[in-house]
C-alpha cells in the first residue's frame, strides 16, 4: 500500500503544471522513447497474465514471484520489469540518466532501482523454487494413485567439484565448492588464509541455486539474499561474478562432499575428503608434498641420527643442534609467507604431513618410516631437557613417555585379545578375529571393536598347531582410534605347549606390531603367558550343561613369526548412524508449505522433486555410497476422499497402505531420476515402507479425521531423517 501512495504522490507533483505544459511535453516524446515504450510493451506480453495484473495493482511481490515461477530468473530483468511498472508512466521507459533524482528531493534512481531489487527481486529468486526448465508449478490436476514413469531431469552441463581462485593478492584468494543433483547446485564459497594473514577468521558463505538451460547459474546466500554470485562456464573453466568483480576459476577436483555435514564432524573426516572441502589450495598441497620428499627429509635425519649418543654436554649440544636444523626446516615449510599454512588450517595440514612422512621410509634395511624417526628425535631431545617447538605444533608429535625421562605425559592404554584358527607345519595360515579396547587414558571408547585379522606364521622346531589366541595390552602416546586399526600387523614369540584336547599346557611370550594405517608410529603390544596344565572345559550357560571336549592336538615348540593384515571396517567420514541429528531440508529451506502430493494422488508435483534436488545435491556423497542405507516410509491420515460413496474402514485402510507405499516409491523413482548413474545405493540397503493409517491410528486419531500431520513421506538416510514432504 506505502507503494501505491508514494506512486500517486509523484504523479501529483508532476501533473501539478497546466495542462498546455503536459500537452507539450507528450508532443517532445522523442523517437526514442516510443522505442522503449515498445521494447517494453512486447516485454510485458511475455509475461503471465497474473505477472501483469500485478504488475497494474503494484502488487511487486507477486509481479515478480509470478515471473520467476514462469521461468525469468535474469536478474536485471526482473528489476527493470519493476522498476518501470513503478516508474515508466511518468519517465518513459528508457534507461535513467545517472544522478537523476526521484522528484520533490527524493533519492537517486539508481538507490531506488538497488532498494526494489533487494526488497523484491533477491528474495523471490533465492527462494528454492523450480524455474521452467523443471516444470514449475503446483498444479493438481492431474491425480493417479500409480507408480510414477522415469523422468530423467537431463541436465546440459556437472558442475560437481572444487574450484579455485589464485591469482591476484593472496588476500582474495577464495576456494568453490559446488554439488549439483540435476538442475538444483549447493555450495560454499570461502576464502583462503596465508601464515601472514591478520584476519582473525575466514568469510564462508552457503550458496544454492538453478541451473539455467546455457549452463551458467545464479547462486544466493542462503543467509542472505542480497548476496549472490553468478557462475558462467568458460572452456575447462568457470567464471564467477559476484562481489563487484569477475573471477576465473580452476576446477581441482570433481568429487563431491557433505559441506554442512561434514564441517560438523572435523575430527572424524577422513585425510582425502578433507581435501576436498577445507580450504588448502593445490599449490599449498603441492608445496607440502614437495617440501617432504625423502631427498629433503632424509638428509637431516642422517644428520640427527649420526650424532652420538652419549650424555655429555657436548654430545646432548651436537644432538640438539642437528634436531634444531630440522625443527627450523619444518617451521619455513609451514610459514612459507606465500604458500605457507594459516593457524586456521593447520588441522588439515598436520594429517597431510602426517601421512606424507608415514609412507616414506628413511633406511631401506627398516620398517620405521620418516614420521617414526622423527617422533624418535623428538623424544630424545626432551630425554635430554631440551623443546623442539615447531615439530610438536606442525606435525603433532609429543614426546613418548617411555623416552622422556620426568615427563608427566598421559598414556593411552590398549587391551588387544586375538583369537586365530588354522592349520599347518612350521608354516601356518591363520584367520579370526583381533578385539581391541581401550582401557586407560583420554577419550575412552564406548566399546571395544573386532575386525577380522589374517596371519602367516613361520615357526621353528617341532610344530603342529590348529589355533592360537592371546590377551596383552600396549601402551603409546598417541590416541589411536577405531578407524586406524585396520592394515598391517606383524608379530614375534617364542612359545613352548602341548594341547591334548581340553587339557593344555604352555608357555609363551613376544610382541606385536600394529601398524594400522600407517599415519602413526606402531603400536607395540608386549605379551607373557604362562599356562599350568589344566583341564577345560567350557560351560554353556544357556543351555546349563557343559560343551563337548574339543578334539585334536597341538604342539609347538621354538621361536616364530608372523605377518597379517587386520581388516577393514566401515568407518564413514560421518557416522550418519549414530548422529542424532534430524536434518529436515523442507524446514531448513522453507519448503514445509509447499504442496508435495495432490489429494489422493502418489505423484510427486515439482515443489517435491525440487526439494529431493536440494536433499541430493546436500547429501550427494552418501548418495553415491554403496555402504548407505535408505529408508522412505509413507503415511496417511484416516480419511477417505471418495467422500461421496466412502469406502468402508477395512477397503480404505488397503486404499491408504497402497497409497502411502506408492508414494514411497515415486520419491525414490525421483531420486533416481535426479541422480541418474551416481546414485549407487544398493537395493539390499534400500527400505520402501507404506504405512498407511498405521500411525494415526496408533496415536488415537479419530476415524475419518483430515489431519495433515499425518499425510507424509518421510526420508531416512543412514538411518537420519533428511525429508519430509507434505501432502495437499
Same mark, same amino acid.
Given at each position: 500500500?506505502?507503494?501505491?501512495?508514494?506512486?500517486?504522490?509523484?504523479?501529483?507533483?508532476?501533473?501539478?503544471?497546466?495542462?498546455?505544459?503536459?500537452?507539450?511535453?507528450?508532443?517532445?516524446? !522523442?523517437?526514442? =522513447?516510443?522505442?522503449?515504450?515498445?521494447?517494453?510493451?512486447?516485454?510485458?506480453?511475455?509475461?503471465?497474465?497474473?505477472?501483469?495484473?500485478?504488475?497494474?495493482?503494484?502488487?511487486?511481490?507477486?509481479?515478480?514471484?509470478?515471473?520467476?515461477?514462469?521461468?525469468?530468473?535474469?536478474?536485471?530483468?526482473?528489476?527493470?520489469?519493476?522498476?518501470?511498472?513503478?516508474?515508466?508512466?511518468?519517465?518513459?521507459?528508457?534507461?535513467?540518466?545517472?544522478?537523476?533524482?526521484?522528484?520533490?528531493?527524493?533519492?537517486?534512481?539508481?538507490?531506488?532501482?538497488?532498494?526494489?531489487?533487494?526488497?523484491?527481486?533477491?528474495?523471490?529468486?533465492?527462494?528454492?523454487?523450480?524455474?521452467?526448465?523443471?516444470?514449475?508449478?503446483?498444479?493438481?490436476?492431474?491425480?493417479?494413485?500409480?507408480?510414477?514413469?522415469?523422468?530423467?531431469?537431463?541436465?546440459?552441463?556437472?558442475?560437481?567439484?572444487?574450484?579455485?581462485?589464485?591469482?591476484?593478492?593472496?588476500?582474495?584468494?577464495?576456494?568453490?565448492?559446488?554439488? =549439483?543433483?540435476?538442475?538444483?547446485?549447493?555450495?560454499?564459497?570461502?576464502?583462503?588464509?596465508?601464515?601472514?594473514?591478520?584476519?582473525?577468521?575466514?568469510?564462508?558463505?552457503?550458496?544454492?541455486?538453478?541451473?539455467?538451460?546455457?549452463?551458467?547459474?545464479?547462486?544466493?546466500?542462503?543467509?542472505?539474499?542480497?548476496?549472490?554470485?553468478?557462475?558462467?562456464?568458460?572452456?575447462?573453466?568457470?567464471?564467477?561474478?559476484?562481489?563487484?568483480?569477475?573471477?576465473?576459476?580452476?576446477?581441482?577436483? /570433481?568429487?563431491?562432499?557433505?559441506?554442512?555435514?561434514?564441517?560438523?564432524?572435523?575430527?572424524?573426516?577422513?585425510?582425502?575428503?578433507?581435501?576436498?572441502?577445507?580450504?588448502?589450495?593445490?599449490?599449498?598441497?603441492?608445496?607440502?608434498? $614437495?617440501?617432504?620428499?625423502?631427498?629433503?627429509?632424509?638428509?637431516?635425519?642422517?644428520?640427527?641420527?649420526?650424532?652420538?649418543?652419549?650424555?655429555?654436554?657436548?654430545?646432548?649440544?651436537?644432538?640438539?643442534?642437528?634436531?634444531?636444523?630440522?625443527?627450523?626446516? +619444518?617451521?619455513?615449510?609451514?610459514?612459507?609467507?606465500?604458500?605457507? +599454512?594459516?593457524?586456521?588450517?593447520?588441522? %588439515?595440514?598436520?594429517?597431510?604431513?602426517?601421512?606424507?612422512?608415514?609412507?616414506?621410509?628413511?633406511?631401506?634395511?627398516?620398517?620405521?618410516?620418516?614420521?617414526?624417526? +622423527?617422533?624418535?628425535?623428538?623424544?630424545?631431545?626432551?630425554?635430554?631437557?631440551?623443546?623442539?617447538?615447531?615439530?610438536?605444533?606442525?606435525?603433532? %608429535?609429543?614426546?613418548?613417555?617411555?623416552?622422556?625421562?620426568?615427563?608427566?605425559?598421559?598414556?593411552?592404554?590398549?587391551?588387544?585379545?586375538?583369537?586365530?584358527?588354522?592349520?599347518?607345519?612350521?608354516?601356518?595360515?591363520?584367520? &579370526?578375529?583381533?578385539?581391541?579396547?581401550?582401557?586407560?587414558?583420554?577419550?575412552?571408547?564406548?566399546?571395544?571393536?573386532?575386525?577380522?585379522?589374517?596371519?602367516?606364521?613361520?615357526?621353528?622346531?617341532?610344530?603342529?598347531?590348529?589355533?592360537?589366541?592371546?590377551?596383552?595390552?600396549?601402551?603409546? !602416546?598417541?590416541?589411536?582410534?577405531?578407524? /586406524?586399526?585396520?592394515?598391517?600387523?606383524?608379530?614375534?614369540?617364542?612359545?613352548?605347549?602341548?594341547?591334548?584336547?581340553?587339557?593344555?599346557?604352555?608357555?609363551?611370550?613376544?610382541?606385536?606390531?600394529?601398524?594400522?594405517?600407517?599415519?602413526?608410529?606402531?603400536?607395540?603390544?608386549?605379551?607373557?603367558?604362562?599356562?599350568?596344565?589344566?583341564?577345560?572345559? $567350557?560351560?554353556?550357560?544357556?543351555?546349563?550343561?557343559?560343551?563337548?571336549?574339543?578334539?585334536?592336538?597341538?604342539?609347538? @615348540?621354538?621361536?616364530?613369526?608372523?605377518? &597379517?593384515?587386520?581388516?577393514?571396517?566401515?568407518?564413514?567420514?560421518?557416522?550418519?548412524?549414530?548422529?542424532?541429528?534430524?536434518?529436515?531440508?523442507?524446514?531448513?529451506?522453507?519448503? =514445509?508449505?509447499?504442496?508435495?502430493?495432490?489429494?489422493?494422488?502418489?505423484?510427486?508435483?515439482?515443489?517435491?522433486?525440487?526439494?529431493?534436488? *536440494?536433499?541430493?545435491?546436500?547429501?550427494?556423497?552418501?548418495?553415491? !555410497?554403496?555402504?548407505? !542405507?535408505?529408508?522412505? #516410509?509413507?503415511?496417511?491420515?484416516?480419511?477417505?476422499?471418495?467422500?461421496?460413496?466412502?469406502?468402508?474402514?477395512?477397503?480404505?485402510?488397503?486404499?491408504?497402505?497402497?497409497?502411502?507405499?506408492?508414494?514411497? =516409491?515415486?520419491?525414490?523413482?525421483? *531420486?533416481?531420476?535426479?541422480?541418474?548413474?551416481?546414485?549407487?545405493?544398493?537395493?539390499?540397503?534400500?527400505?520402501?515402507?507404506?504405512?498407511?493409517?498405521?500411525?494415526?491410528?496408533?496415536?488415537?486419531?479419530?476415524?475419518? #479425521?483430515?489431519?495433515?500431520?499425518?499425510?507424509?513421506?518421510? @526420508?531416512?538416510?543412514?538411518?537420519?531423517?533428511?525429508?519430509?514432504?507434505?501432502?495437499?
Amino acid at each position: 500500500m506505502s507503494d501505491r501512495i508514494r506512486f500517486e504522490q509523484e504523479m501529483a507533483l508532476l501533473t501539478a503544471s497546466p495542462p498546455a505544459a503536459v500537452e507539450d511535453r507528450e508532443r517532445e516524446v !522523442s523517437a526514442a =522513447q516510443k522505442e522503449c515504450r515498445k521494447r517494453w510493451d512486447e516485454f510485458r506480453k511475455t509475461l503471465p497474465e497474473s505477472a501483469r495484473k500485478a504488475l497494474d495493482a503494484l502488487d511487486f511481490e507477486f509481479a515478480v514471484a509470478a515471473a520467476v515461477h514462469h521461468g525469468l530468473r535474469d536478474i536485471n530483468k526482473l528489476t527493470d520489469m519493476v522498476f518501470y511498472a513503478k516508474y515508466g508512466q511518468v519517465h518513459g521507459y528508457c534507461p535513467i540518466k545517472k544522478g537523476t533524482r526521484i522528484p520533490g528531493g527524493g533519492d537517486l534512481y539508481s538507490t531506488q532501482w538497488i532498494q526494489l531489487r533487494d526488497t523484491f527481486v533477491l528474495p523471490a529468486l533465492a527462494r528454492p523454487i523450480p524455474p521452467v526448465a523443471q516444470q514449475g508449478g503446483v498444479v493438481c490436476t492431474v491425480r493417479a494413485v500409480k507408480k510414477a514413469q522415469p523422468q530423467a531431469d537431463q541436465p546440459p552441463i556437472d558442475l560437481t567439484g572444487r574450484y579455485e581462485y589464485t591469482q591476484g593478492a593472496p588476500a582474495e584468494h577464495f576456494v568453490f565448492r559446488i554439488n =549439483q543433483a540435476g538442475r538444483h547446485v549447493e555450495g560454499f564459497q570461502v576464502n583462503v588464509l596465508y601464515p601472514n594473514d591478520a584476519r582473525a577468521g575466514r568469510d564462508l558463505w552457503f550458496l544454492h541455486g538453478d541451473l539455467q538451460k546455457d549452463g551458467s547459474c545464479t547462486l544466493f546466500s542462503r543467509k542472505n539474499p542480497k548476496l549472490f554470485w553468478k557462475i558462467v562456464p568458460s572452456g575447462n573453466q568457470l567464471r564467477i561474478e559476484g562481489m563487484g568483480k569477475t573471477s576465473p576459476l580452476t576446477a581441482v577436483s /570433481d568429487a563431491p562432499t557433505l559441506m554442512e555435514q561434514a564441517l560438523r564432524h572435523l575430527g572424524a573426516a577422513d585425510l582425502i575428503r578433507r581435501s576436498e572441502w577445507f580450504p588448502l589450495t593445490k599449490p599449498q598441497i603441492e608445496h607440502l608434498v $614437495a617440501s617432504l620428499q625423502p631427498d629433503k627429509i632424509n638428509p637431516l635425519l642422517k644428520n640427527f641420527f649420526d650424532q652420538d649418543g652419549g650424555d655429555t654436554v657436548a654430545e646432548r649440544n651436537y644432538r640438539y643442534a642437528a634436531a634444531d636444523r630440522f625443527d627450523t626446516y +619444518i617451521q619455513k615449510v609451514f610459514d612459507d609467507p606465500r604458500r605457507g +599454512i594459516h593457524r586456521h588450517d593447520l588441522v %588439515l595440514a598436520t594429517h597431510y604431513a602426517r601421512a606424507l612422512l608415514s609412507r616414506s621410509r628413511w633406511r631401506l634395511g627398516y620398517t620405521r618410516s620418516h614420521l617414526d624417526w +622423527i617422533q624418535f628425535m623428538v623424544s630424545r631431545i626432551a630425554r635430554d631437557g631440551r623443546d623442539l617447538p615447531y615439530l610438536p605444533k606442525y606435525l603433532g %608429535l609429543a614426546a613418548d613417555p617411555a623416552l622422556a625421562v620426568g615427563r608427566n605425559t598421559a598414556l593411552h592404554k590398549y587391551r588387544v585379545t586375538l583369537s586365530l584358527k588354522g592349520v599347518g607345519f612350521l608354516v601356518h595360515y591363520w584367520r &579370526g578375529t583381533i578385539t581391541v579396547e581401550k582401557i586407560g587414558g583420554d577419550n575412552q571408547w564406548s566399546k571395544p571393536e573386532r575386525y577380522n585379522v589374517w596371519l602367516l606364521a613361520v615357526e621353528s622346531g617341532m610344530t603342529l598347531k590348529l589355533g592360537d589366541s592371546l590377551t596383552a595390552e600396549g601402551e603409546t !602416546s598417541f590416541d589411536w582410534k577405531p578407524p /586406524d586399526f585396520p592394515g598391517r600387523i606383524s608379530m614375534a614369540k617364542a612359545e613352548a605347549g602341548v594341547a591334548v584336547g581340553p587339557v593344555k599346557g604352555a608357555a609363551q611370550a613376544g610382541f606385536l606390531h600394529i601398524y594400522g594405517r600407517g599415519h602413526l608410529p606402531p603400536l607395540a603390544v608386549y605379551f607373557k603367558q604362562l599356562f599350568d596344565v589344566s583341564q577345560e572345559v $567350557a560351560f554353556d550357560k544357556k543351555e546349563g550343561k557343559r560343551l563337548p571336549r574339543p578334539k585334536g592336538i597341538d604342539v609347538s @615348540v621354538g621361536p616364530g613369526g608372523a605377518w &597379517g593384515n587386520i581388516g577393514d571396517k566401515s568407518f564413514p567420514d560421518v557416522d550418519y548412524a549414530s548422529d542424532p541429528e534430524q536434518t529436515d531440508y523442507t524446514v531448513a529451506y522453507a519448503m =514445509q508449505g509447499d504442496v508435495h502430493f495432490c489429494l489422493d494422488s502418489a505423484l510427486l508435483t515439482e515443489p517435491a522433486r525440487q526439494a529431493l534436488r *536440494i536433499v541430493c545435491a546436500n547429501e550427494l556423497p552418501a548418495f553415491m !555410497s554403496s555402504t548407505s !542405507s535408505l529408508t522412505i #516410509e509413507g503415511h496417511t491420515d484416516r480419511s477417505d476422499p471418495k467422500r461421496d460413496r466412502p469406502r468402508k474402514e477395512a477397503e480404505r485402510e488397503k486404499y491408504n497402505n497402497v497409497l502411502s507405499e506408492l508414494r514411497a =516409491q515415486n520419491v525414490l523413482q525421483a *531420486i533416481k531420476d535426479i541422480l541418474g548413474a551416481r546414485f549407487a545405493i544398493p537395493s539390499t540397503k534400500i527400505r520402501i515402507v507404506g504405512r498407511g493409517e498405521s500411525e494415526a491410528k496408533k496415536d488415537g486419531r479419530p476415524d475419518g #479425521e483430515v489431519n495433515p500431520h499425518y499425510r507424509r513421506v518421510d @526420508v531416512f538416510l543412514n538411518t537420519r531423517l533428511i525429508l519430509r514432504l507434505r501432502a495437499q
